[in-house]
């Protein structure tokens, strides 16, 4: 480090690289004065003003850089230009020769590239343009603007290129002297996903990309990881030499010492917004939100929501709450500022509608409540899709039902949309119109009337009324929000209650109607539960359930091919999707399946102790409800319920006669009784390590969820629930 002398009154920057840009920014917290030079109007443009802080933009030859520092009697240079301005580099070297003034070259942290399984390395730039004419196919080009010309000399090369520049005039203006075509120009601000090098690899159909080792900052990893999933070569220009320099630390610990102050990163506080923008076009924020993204100094969110203008910002495509708190936990151990820097967290639509926005907050708020960050956190909604669409089509949305399938399966959709007048839809694309359209016509709603907003707020918006059937063969890809508007809606009853000649029925035995209503209010089912309906027969039992809530899930357990068919028959009769069918006989198909909050037995085969030991090693806080019409079969069931520690227990014996007519009289037709078994398994391990203890071990009972079933034989090896020797 070099001796401690008086205060400098400047610092000169040379600045290419984002580390150039922090290292300013640095500096400006703590008050220290210094000039940045750029070669662009860009590169002045993603500097933040600050009264410490002059721009010098344009380049310099060798005397101009001289006679500049002469004039502005800097203290110390640091070039921080990028890695392959070898010319600059050596020019500020030559003209500081002799001067006596501190240079300090600040190296960008790199990679190895040669790891790529897809890389292909190349010493300069005109070595690769020339591989490129063996290339077929078209080529995505990041090396930048300075040296295009290099890869326009053959017309067989220009004319496949795929050009991505800064957007900034210069850049474009280099573009177009050499012949590369408006649609050949990418023109964007990193940083670049991985995720999105791949989609542009995967929209352009690229065969081939050129990168130079650009190191961390550069975004070489994300193209590397792009070309490798593409599974296309990726071309690299190598680092020239492993050049001299410092570290960012180690530049900021120089400076500290010539300053005669500390100028690292101070913690500071972090005011964090998560902002709705709407639909996405900047015409539909908010003033607030407006405001909140100018202001901004970090702007994170999905890649399509930051292409809000934002230029003194830095931009993170992270939504992710396990993404967003590392990265502030992170900005504020390592912050540039000793003020307060503001975060904005973008969302498109209205925070608190079908919004990832709810989920962020809280993770935020445990971490502002734990101090493990200081900050603020407030909320900024936004114009939610259903709003607009409803706006512009002039109908309300507070009297109808609203539902989200961007990004997630709405099941029963057309059993909602049957039970309502008017439906808003948020879809992810075409497909989910498509599925919507599919969906009325198999549930025979073609009455139904669609109003299809397509890329709402943006100049391409188009609304139009289409049937059902047009929205099957809907191919226009983009964003849609869609109305259905149904003329006859039916109104849903809110108990069961389906009468049987409402089912299909065939040879099958079927659970009688008024038993089915007992069995289900005993069993007690919330709007999220897991059913596994055993020996379901018809699927009566199942389709009641489902049809109480479309959170419900079913799994109709059968055996017999006779019986899957007439389930699958009524579970397309009542359009009931959150059924699944399930082949196979119990217990051992209930093993693969995921683990039920619920069972009802209907039929056991015989298999009664070996069902309920499987049911409890799945929950042994399952709720179970279970039929019986024999006394044989309830004795079955008495001596297996010995073995489980249960709870809430109900036996009750139901029978039901029906009203016949026979000539001018009615007369009573008894049918036969059914008990009604219904109870809780008690999660305890003690009433069952005294029934093990006494012999009293089932055929089946699992130890734990996943592991093998335990056999008699296996009855030595017990002391107690959980444990063996």
Not at 98 to 103: K, Q, R, V
């Amino acid at each position: 480090m070099y001796a401690e002398e008086e205060a400098l009154k400047e610092i000169l920057i040379f600045a290419g690289t984002t580390e150039g840009r922090k290292l300013s920014e640095c500096l400006a917290a703590s008050g220290i004065v210094h000039t940045v030079c750029v070669a662009t109007e860009y590169g002045e443009i993603v500097l933040k003003e600050h009264p410490a802080v002059t721009v010098r933009r344009g380049r310099m030859n060798r005397e101009e850089i001289r006679g500049f520092l002469q004039k502005g009697g800097f203290g110390a240079v640091v070039d921080a230009t990028h890695p392959y301005a070898e010319l600059v580099t050596a020019n500020l070297r030559a003209a500081m020769e002799g001067m006596g003034i501190p240079y300090l070259r600040l190296k960008r942290e790199t990679e190895d590239s040669r790891q790529g399984k897809t890389a292909v390395h190349f010493e300069t730039n005109e070595a690769c343009a020339q591989a490129l004419e063996q290339v077929k196919g078209n080529i995505l080009l990041t090396t930048g603007s300075k040296e295009l010309a290099k890869y326009c000399i053959s017309e067989q090369v220009r004319s496949r290129l795929f050009v991505r520049v800064l957007p900034g005039m210069e850049s474009l203006s280099r573009c177009l002297e050499q012949g590369i075509r408006g649609k050949q120009i990418i023109a964007m601000q990193g940083p670049f996903t991985a995720e999105m090098n791949e989609a542009t690899i995967r929209q352009y159909g690229i065969s081939c990309l050129v990168t130079k080792q650009s190191g961390i900052c550069g975004g070489y990893a994300e193209k590397q990881e792009a070309a490798e999933k593409a599974g296309i070569p990726l071309f690299v220009i190598g680092h020239p030499k492993e050049e001299e320099g410092h570290s960012f630390s180690e530049i900021c610990e120089e400076l500290e010492g010539l300053c005669g102050q500390d100028i690292r990163r101070r913690k500071g506080s972090l005011e964090i917004l998560i902002a709705g923008i709407g639909m996405g076009d900047q015409n539909n924020l908010t003033k607030e939100v407006q405001d909140a993204i100018r202001e901004a100094d970090i702007l994170l969110g999905s890649e399509r929501v930051l292409r809000q203008d934002a230029p003194g910002a830095e931009k993170q495509p992270f939504y992710l709450a396990d993404q967003i708190i590392p990265y502030l936990r992170e900005v504020q151990e390592n912050h540039l500022f000793s003020e307060c820097k503001k975060a904005v967290v973008l969302f498109s639509g209205d925070s608190g509608f079908y919004s990832g926005c709810n989920a962020l907050y809280h993770a935020l708020q445990e971490e502002i409540r734990e101090g493990r960050l200081n900050a603020g956190l407030r909320i900024l909604p936004g114009i939610s899709s259903a709003a607009y669409l409803a706006a512009c089509i002039g109908e309300t949305y507070q009297d109808a039902a609203v539902y989200s399938m961007h990004g997630k399966e709405v099941c029963n959709l057309a059993r909602r949309i049957r039970t309502a007048e008017k439906t808003f839809l948020l879809m992810s694309g075409v497909r989910d119109v498509n599925r919507l359209g599919e969906s009325l016509l198999r549930a025979g709603m073609s009455e139904c009337e669609v109003v299809t907003g397509y890329q709402l707020s943006y100049p391409e918006q188009r609304i139009r009324k289409m049937a059902p059937g047009e929205c099957a063969k809907l191919t226009e890809e983009g964003l849609y929000t869609c109305f259905v508007k149904n003329p006859a809606p039916v109104h849903q009853s809110l108990a069961p209650g389906i009468s049987d000649g409402e089912f299909i029925r065939g040879q099958v035995p079927m659970t009688k109607e008024e038993i089915r209503e007992i069995s289900l209010c005993k069993l007690r089912l919330h709007p999220h539960a897991i059913l596994y309906d055993i020996g379901s027969g018809t699927g009566s039992v199942a389709v009641e359930a489902a049809g109480l809530s479309d959170g419900i899930r079913v799994y109709a357990v059968e055996q017999k091919k006779e019986a899957l068919s007439l389930i699958r028959q009524n579970q397309e009769r009542f359009l009931l999707e959150n059924i699944i069918l399930t082949e196979a006989k119990a217990p051992e198909g209930l093993q693969e399946l995921p683990k039920a909050t619920h069972a009802f037995i209907g039929g056991s085969g015989g298999r009664m102790k070996e069902i309920l030991g499987t049911l409890y090693g799945i929950n042994p806080a399952m709720r179970v409800v279970i039929h019986a019409v024999s006394v044989e079969t309830i004795c079955e069931i008495r001596e297996s319920l010995a073995l489980y520690p249960t709870q809430n227990e109900e036996l009750v014996q139901v029978q039901v006669s029906r009203a016949q007519k026979a000539g001018h009289y009615h007369l009573m037709r008894a049918e036969n009784p059914v008990w009604i078994c219904a109870f809780d398994f008690q999660e305890t391990s003690e009433i069952s390590a005294q029934k093990m203890d006494a012999g009293e071990l089932p055929e089946v009972f699992f130890q734990k969820e996943g592991e093998r079933p335990f056999q008699k034989e296996d009855e030595c090896l017990f002391r107690k629930e959980g444990e063996r020797l």
